[in-house]
Nanobody
């Protein structure tokens, strides 16, 4: 299963961006999709999860500013990022977990998209 992210870029503090992640390949189902980020010199941290039932979970630093969503029946997830701060600067990675048609589990990552918040 392959993931492709898009939507990153340079934005001023206080601005907004929307990231997209689309999965393709042998997908029988998707149990959850999530976004992680890794800033310079930092570990990869959770940003947001969305489960198959639509429930969500967020990292503490983005609660109230970021929203994760997923199109019903589609292998696409979005991350709407508002009120961006310089501390949000990082490479953002999409992750998806589920099962292929042969019942094998997958745990796939995208290549990452750079988000830079700077004036």
């Amino acid at each position: 299963v392959q993931l492709v992210e898009s939507g990153g870029g340079l934005v001023q503090p206080g601005g907004s961006l929307r990231l997209s992640c689309t999965a393709s390949g042998d997908i029988f189902n998707i149990n959850d999709m999530s976004w992680y980020r890794q800033g310079p010199g930092n570990e990869r941290d959770l940003v947001a999860y969305i489960y198959n039932d639509g429930s969500t979970n967020y990292g503490d630093s983005v609660k109230g500013r970021f929203t994760i969503s997923r199109v019903n029946g589609k292998a696409t997830a979005y991350l709407q990022m508002n009120s961006l701060e310089p501390e949000d600067t990082a490479v953002y990675y999409c992750n998806a977990r589920g099962y292929e048609s042969n019942s094998m589990p997958y745990d796939s990552w995208g290549q990452g998209t750079q988000v830079t918040v700077s004036s």
